[in-house]
């Protein structure tokens, strides 16, 4: 068998050299987390950049440029990023630690698993479908509701954000009540029970403090639907009431 020409290991170096460049970098797109707290968009370019949500209004909010699997924004903050089948993790450098701090609020990180994004649970394709449910419900076209929200909670449900979770596990838990489906109601706030039904004292303080009026005001709506098809209270509970 010939030996290859030069010209032609310089091809197959070449080619290899872009498949490995190719194999460690990240698609441009879209990444969310589940439970819709952190967000990633990459460019063509590399450039991207990251914004996250935490507790009681603090927020992360990350710029630079990829280079291979690794950044460092101006703040000299460096980030490791990790790419699998399913998603792409992200997570700053311990040694820089500091530095990245200076990008977040006190209660907000951004570390975690991103996941490339799902058209249809965009923010927008969402609201339509909960205005879509909000409509039959008020014409008491209860099983096309349902349809609709079931549907919706089905393929996006692992994307949204906690509150978001809530308050459709709600309006689809009443839709379901007035079916007489009780057993899918209570399996619909099955989810929701520790946070929301477990203890109202507890809960209702348990918000930080931008989101304490919206709590205590779920934890009520919860509890209430959560008895009204059924589900079951502990002794303890009751003694709250």
């Known amino acids: 068998?010939?030996?290859?020409?030069?010209?032609?290991v310089i091809t197959v170096v070449l080619t290899f050299a872009a498949a490995t460049a190719a194999a460690q970098s990240i698609s441009p797109g879209t990444y969310v987390t589940e439970g819709g707290w952190g967000t990633l968009i990459v460019h063509k370019?590399?450039?991207f950049r990251?914004?996250?949500?935490?507790?009681?209004?603090?927020?992360c909010d990350v710029e630079a440029v990829l280079k291979g699997m690794k950044a460092t924004t101006s703040e000299g903050c460096s980030i490791l990023?990790?790419?699998?089948?399913?998603?792409?993790?992200?997570?700053?450098?311990?040694?820089?630690?500091?530095?990245?701090?200076?990008h977040c609020g006190m209660r907000a990180g951004f570390s975690g698993d991103y996941?490339?994004?799902?058209?249809?649970?965009?923010?927008?394709p969402v609201n339509q479908d909960r205005s879509r449910f909000a409509g039959l419900y008020r014409e008491r076209?209860?099983?096309?509701?349902?349809?609709?929200?079931?549907?919706l909670l089905n393929r996006c449900g692992r994307f949204l954000y906690w509150q978001s979770d809530a308050e459709v596990r709600n309006d689809l838990a009443v839709a379901y009540h007035h079916l007489h489906d009780d057993a899918a109601c209570v399996g619909v706030l099955s989810p929701l029970r520790r946070t929301f039904v477990e203890d109202e004292r507890v809960t209702a303080r348990a918000f930080a403090p931008s989101d304490a009026d919206w709590g205590e005001q779920m934890v009520k709506t919860t509890r209430f639907n959560w008895k009204a098809c059924g589900g079951q209270v502990s002794e303890e509970d009751k003694t709250h009431e």
């Open 45 to 47: 370019d590399g450039r």
């Open 115 to 124: 996941f490339a994004e799902v058209s249809v649970c965009r923010a927008q």
């Open 1 to 8: 068998m010939p030996f290859p020409t030069c010209r032609s």
């Open 81 to 102: 990023f990790e790419r699998s089948l399913d998603r792409v993790s992200v997570s700053p450098d311990a040694r820089t630690e500091e530095a990245c701090r200076n």
């Open 141 to 151: 076209k209860y099983r096309e509701a349902v349809e609709v929200l079931g549907t």
């Open 50 to 59: 990251i914004q996250s949500i935490g507790t009681n209004g603090h927020s």
